[in-house]
């Protein structure tokens, strides 16, 4: 072998190498291209990924704000078709007060129309039902425990016949329009010491 030849031949063996060398960096560079592409990508999905969950999120609140509107009106209807007559029926617990009184004076006289007081008790008795009918009911009566909720104690006096804070005598009726109060009772409540 000559000189030349073993030149020649150590060219040859380096030229692959330099062959070699290039497709390896540029097989590298693609696979930086891909992973910084996947990168890319990865970054894009999980931003897609966070808008549509704040777009779930929006729109589960959206529903859940819709529900609470649509509950809230319904029993704000409700309280307004159940208090409605709030007014109407205050009004009209004088015609009973009064009606209760004419009876009263009536039980106590000696001459009474007998069709007169009739009347009177009818109507008295037509007008308790209309009332009840409509959520309208009495409160206070005498032996009741008082509740300041209920009563409003006009004066108190001592009993030995009758518990501490026991209802002893009604001066008015007080009233319920559906468990809420639309006038309390006036009492005289025990007062032991």
């Not at 891909?34 to 894009?44: D, H, T, W, Y």
């Amino acid at each position: 072998m000559t000189k030349n030849d073993s030149t020649t031949a150590a060219e040859n063996q380096q030229e692959p190498t330099v062959e070699t060398t290039e497709e390896q960096t540029e097989q590298v560079e693609a696979v930086d291209d891909n992973a910084q592409r996947i990168e890319a990508l990865e970054l894009a999905l999980s931003q897609a990924e966070q808008r549509a969950d704040d777009a779930n999120d929006r729109a589960v609140r959206a529903v859940a704000e819709m529900e609470n509107i649509r509950r809230r009106s319904a029993q704000e209807v409700e309280k307004a078709h159940k208090f409605a007559l709030e007014k109407f029926a205050g009004e009209l617990l004088d015609s009973v007060d009064n009606l209760e009184r004419a009876l009263d004076i009536a039980a106590q006289a000696e001459d009474v129309n007998k069709g007169f007081l009739e009347g009177i008790e009818l109507t008295h008795k037509n007008l308790l039902g209309t009332l009840t009918k409509f959520g309208v009911e009495a409160v206070g009566a005498v032996g009741d425990a008082f509740n300041p909720e209920l009563h409003q104690a006009m004066a108190m006096q001592p009993s030995e016949e009758h518990e501490n804070n026991t209802v002893l005598a009604v001066m008015q009726k007080g009233y319920t329009l559906s468990g809420r109060l639309l006038r309390p009772a006036m009492v005289m409540v025990v007062k032991n010491s």
